[in-house]
């Protein structure tokens, strides 16, 4: 880009995303570099507006050099530009990280004694904290009253990850994975104009997410294809939308969705064991993972040599039907989400397959995606038909994971919308065949 259009203080290109990247001063801020370029690498115009205190840990230099655009802490730079206001005002996003307890207070309080406060007065735009603090200072009353002020201001704050601090220190206050803040901004970002709204918050919201593995023995498993990307999609939607979210996941070599409790599992007793744990506390269910149908009967202790045996079947036992058992034990106003999986065959087409599953097990949404092939597993994008046991049906057109995600939350949302009024949830189905 020519640097007469790099010149200013505002976010210059108008085709790409606008994204500020708020900076402030603590130790986790060599992290943001990182979360810097996942934005610029996808094509986001990204303007950093560090606090003075983190250019201590990360130079202006470094920022410049790698968003492209001017770097300032002070509204009394560029002043005929009017940067506080013009920042926020032209951002798609204002992402923290990391977001201090001194950065959150200062928010809170509508405080505007640097460039970054400021900004953060002005946005007009979703607006997303990622903290990252000593545990002692994230507990501590004052903080939890300045993030419960933020949030009831619209904004999101996600929770911290657990895990090792500056020095020998451990326990929540973690900054999450650099990949995963991005792609929760990206998250946001892919409402577009519908802006996210915390219409779950109160909300526990759990999603099981991957694909289980059945091992023959130490070395091989019966497995599928299945990612863990759609799963975690609509985990890190729920999280932008205020719910307190448990991921399930099955063999998911992805971060951790940031602002969410994962549970790692591999097989499906192991998922199953634990979605049973989890789903009493949940107001959402959504079982995105591929779970096994079947595992084999005789698993082996030791690697099955090939010079031990000529090939032979081997067999399979059916695994529990964790989907049925939430159904036959769902508490009242519980919304279930199930997934279908489909490729067709001789028995009719993905729809028809889809179908026959709903009318087994009438969960609340059925989720119908086409697999195979660059379809469904291991890619960025997907498609699906959302059906319901009243004969409804949702086209939800080839997009993001992301943008996926939340079109089938707009769906549970209306649900839960619906069942606030102390309606049992099993008297807002049409009745079906008993679920086998």
């Known amino acids: ?13 108008p085709r790409r995303p606008r994204v500020v990247l708020g900076v402030a001063g ?32 990360v130079g202006a230099t470094t920022w410049a050099a790698l968003s492209g655009n001017p770097v300032t802490t002070d509204v009394w730079d560029d002043a005929d530009e009017v940067a506080h206001v013009r920042i926020g005002r032209e951002a798609d996003l204002v992402l923290v990280a990391p977001a201090t307890a001194d950065l959150m207070a200062r928010a809170a309080a509508g405080r505007a004694d640097d460039l970054l406060t400021g900004t953060l007065l002005t946005a007009t735009c979703p607006v997303v904290y990622a903290p990252a603090m000593h545990t002692e200072m994230w507990q501590h009353p004052a903080t939890r009253a300045n993030v419960a002020t933020l949030r009831a201001r619209g904004a999101v704050v996600v929770e911290p990850a657990v895990g090792r601090l500056t020095g020998a220190d451990s326990g929540p206050g973690r900054l999450p994975e650099p990949a995963e803040i991005a792609a929760l901004g990206m998250a946001v970002l892919a409402r577009g104009a519908a802006g996210v709204r915390p219409d779950l918050a109160g909300r526990h919201v759990l999603v099981t997410a991957g694909g289980t593995r059945e091992y023959l023995d130490p070395v091989r498993f019966l497995g599928n294809a299945s990612s863990g990307r759609q799963g975690y999609a609509v985990a890190r939607a729920a999280v932008v939308r205020g719910a307190s979210v448990t991921v399930v996941a099955a063999n998911v070599a992805l971060p951790e969705v940031a602002g969410a409790r994962t549970i790692p599992v591999t097989s499906a007793a192991q998922l199953r064991d634990r979605v049973h744990e989890v789903a009493p506390s949940a107001d959402v269910v959504v079982m995105a993972a591929a779970v096994a149908d079947f595992r084999p009967g005789a698993p082996q202790a030791y690697k099955i040599k090939k010079e031990s045996a000529a090939p032979g079947s081997i067999p399979l036992v059916a695994n529990p039907d964790v989907l049925a058992e939430l159904l036959a ?10 997934f279908a999986a489909e490729t067709g065959g001789p028995g009719g087409g ?21 697999v195979g092939a660059g379809l469904g597993f291991e890619v960025e994008h997907n498609a699906a038909v959302v059906l319901d046991p009243r004969g409804g049906e949702t086209a939800i057109e080839h997009t993001s994971k992301d943008l996926l995600a939340h079109r089938i939350l707009d769906l549970v949302v209306g ?8 309606t049992p949830a099993e008297a807002l189905r049409v009745p079906l065949a008993a679920p086998r």
């Open 350 to 370: 993905v729809l028809d397959h889809a179908r026959a599953k709903l009318a087994r097990k009438p969960v609340d949404l059925l989720v119908v995606n086409e």
């Open 1 to 13: 880009m020519p640097d007469a259009e790099r010149s200013g203080t505002g976010l210059s290109d």
């Open 329 to 338: 034990n769902r508490r009242p106003r519980q919304v279930l989400v199930g």
């Open 415 to 422: 649900l839960t919308a619906d069942r606030t009024d102390g």
């Open 26 to 57: 603590g130790i986790a801020a060599y992290k943001a570099v990182e979360v810097l370029r996942r934005f610029t690498e996808s094509g986001h115009e990204v303007r950093v507006v560090p606090t003075p205190s983190a250019l201590r840990f």
